[in-house]
T-cell receptor, first 109, second 111 residues
């Protein structure tokens, strides 16, 4: 079993829909990260969480430390949100990351 | 945001030749990382550095070496490139409470 599990693996939705991507982890962590990668593109850090909730524009990220679970929400989704969203957790020394497999999101106009 | 640049952006090299990829940051962040990304494997850590001359291996370090002689530069060297090292290489820095910033990537093809 992977230490970081994301669901769903793939998600296709219509423009305007509310999107939720989930991340569960089985190890103790010091922080959880959400990142975004567009096809053929670079990797962008969206959020770093150690507790609670953060919001940036249409993106919201939450974490429940007790349940070892985090969610990334996108409100009013747009085709430009189409990308792979990756959850990663920091575990242990030197801030090394344990990566989820990613969720490929496609938003259709 | 910290500036981070990788060079070259693209490289084609022959099997058996040495190759060096460069990661440069414009600030003084302590932690720097080299990853490779391959289809079906996601990002895998090759080596990382926690200070000048302080480096350690990641999960896929065989065939790679690194050096960090000054804070701003982290070099990744493939001593003798093989076709299995064809990949996209990303450098990253950790910026305190802001998380990670990644370079734009280097697409390396070993023929």
């Amino acid at each position: 079993k992977n230490e970081v599990e994301q669901s769903p693996q793939n998600l296709t939705a219509q423009e305007g829909e509310f999107i939720t991507i989930n991340c569960s982890y089985s190890v103790g962590i010091s922080a959880l990260h959400w990142l975004q990668q567009h096809p053929g593109g670079g990797i962008v850090s969206l959020f770093m969480l150690s507790s609670g909730k953060k919001k940036h524009g249409r993106l919201i990220a939450t974490i429940n430390i007790q349940e070892k679970h985090s969610s990334l929400h996108i409100t009013a989704s747009h085709p430009r949100d189409s990308a792979v969203y990756i959850c990663a957790v920091e575990n242990g020394s030197n801030y090394q990351l344990i990566w989820g497999a990613g969720t490929k999101l496609i938003i259709k106009p | 945001d910290a500036g981070i640049t990788q060079s070259p952006r693209h490289k084609v090299t022959e099997t058996g030749t040495p190759v060096t990829l460069r990661c440069h940051q414009t600030e003084n962040h302590r932690y720097m990382y080299w990853y490779r990304q391959d289809p079906g494997h996601g990002l895998r850590l090759i080596h990382y550095s926690y200070g000048v001359k302080d480096t350690d291996k990641g999960e896929v370090s065989d065939g790679y070496s690194v050096s960090r002689s000054k804070t701003e530069d982290f070099l990744l060297t493939l001593e003798s490139a093989t076709s299995s090292q064809t990949s996209v290489y990303f450098c990253a820095i950790r910026q305190g409470n802001y998380g990670y910033t990644f370079g734009s990537g280097t697409r390396l093809t070993v023929v």
